[in-house]
């Protein structure tokens, strides 16, 4: 029977752990200025809808008005693989939202943009701050218009992921959509409406997607949608959840140089086809172990966290499986792990689990101390 710390023997290759892993559903949340209350159907009949496709593990809302709450943390936003953000009243700063919407994008995360944060006039309601540099796709504060019977015109991809089983589109009697056509460069027209409009975009980035409708069903409002609307929304938020990220938890304990930290090198995200390197740091003898696994409930017989104080480790706790280890060595304070991520498409979604281990003689019994705990998702 092994103990959690036998593992720092084992030398298995990334491609045989991440054979037996599989991808599991995106949690995704609604970060959004839909309406003064939660409990209102500008967002429950979205969420009903999500929830009802059965292809997401959570649909939760954040609400980014002032009553709300504000603008969520990047650290909130970062427990969630998609985000659909829209706006029907004002959110509490616009521009602090924008800046955090793409601090999340550039960790990974994917965004979903819809009517009418993409499209209105009214001052304080489309998405600004440091989103407005090269994080839009349809052009925003151009405007809405709407008519009665509004459907799926032209399919300009029809291959895309986003319109895949989409084979109607029907509107409300207003079925509300953007009035400006233009996208940010490098973005691809996916689909239109049968006025001309802006249905479905993709940005340069995959990670963006913009659909030009009002996303409430018309049982809420007749400017949402009677048929369709859901497997747009599914699909969009599906195929921006694949972006390759790292989301710290857990907390380290103190060695003598202070905690033990583990967070990607800058710029470096577990991405397909890349190397994905760790830094593991305040070191007090430049030396340490990285562990990697497939689970974050159990090591062994262990459900975690587990409290490695039986094994010498005083304060400390387990929080990832550490089925994969790695000895690292590095210069000064900190070391570097690489992890070499296959060029292989179906590894997309696989997550896994990594924990740092300080070599520190004089910490306790066992000369270990540990990180705080990362998930990482593979994606692209």
């Not at 706006?87 to 793409?102: E, K, Q, R």
């Not at 239109?192 to 659909?211: I, K």
């Amino acid at each position: 029977m092994r103990t959690p710390l036998v593992p720092f023997a084992i030398a298995l290759a990334l491609p045989a752990v991440l054979a037996v892993a599989q991808p599991p559903l995106p949690r995704v949340a609604l970060c959004a200025a839909a309406s003064s209350s939660i409990t209102a159907c500008q967002w429950t009949t979205v969420q009903s809808a999500l929830v009802a496709t059965n292809r997401f593990a959570a649909v939760d809302i954040i609400d980014v008005t002032a009553a709300g709450g504000g603008t969520p943390a990047l650290a909130t936003l970062l427990q969630y693989d998609a985000l659909m953000c829209w706006t029907n009243t004002t959110p509490a700063n616009n521009v602090t939202w924008g800046n955090v919407l793409a601090d999340y994008v550039d960790a990974g995360g994917g965004v979903v943009v819809t009517v009418f944060a993409n499209s209105s006039l009214t001052a304080g309601r489309n998405i600004d701050g440091r989103w407005q540099m090269g994080y839009e796709v349809i052009l925003d504060r151009t405007g809405s218009t709407s008519s009665a019977g509004g459907s799926l015109g032209t399919v300009a991809v029809p291959t895309h992921p986003v319109m895949a089983g989409v084979v109607l589109f029907a509107a409300g009697s207003l079925g509300s959509r953007p009035v400006g056509t233009a996208l940010e460069v490098g973005s691809t027209l996916i689909a239109s409406w049968n006025t001309g409009h802006v249905l479905v975009a993709e940005g340069a980035n995959p990670r963006r997607v913009d659909l030009g409708f009002y996303p409430p069903t018309a049982t809420c409002t007749q400017s949402g949608w009677v048929f369709g609307g859901d497997l747009l929304m599914a699909n969009a938020l599906v195929h921006v959840a694949n972006g390759g990220r790292f989301v710290p938890y857990g907390a380290g304990c103190a060695g003598s140089n202070g905690v033990p930290t583990l967070a990607p090198a800058p710029g470096s995200r577990p991405a397909i086809g890349t190397s994905f390197v760790l830094e593991l740091g305040n070191l007090p003898v430049g030396v340490g172990l990285v562990g990697t696994g497939l689970s974050d409930s159990m090591s062994g017989p262990w459900t975690l966290p587990l409290d490695l104080t039986m094994f010498g480790l005083t304060g400390c706790m387990l929080y990832a499986d550490p089925l994969v280890t790695v000895f690292v060595v590095g210069a000064g304070t900190t070391a570097t792990s690489t992890l070499a991520i296959p060029n292989d498409p179906t590894l997309q979604g696989l997550r896994l689990f990594t924990q740092g281990f300080s070599l520190d003689p004089p910490a306790n019994a066992a000369g270990l101390t540990v990180s705080n705990a990362g998930r990482l998702q593979i994606g692209v």
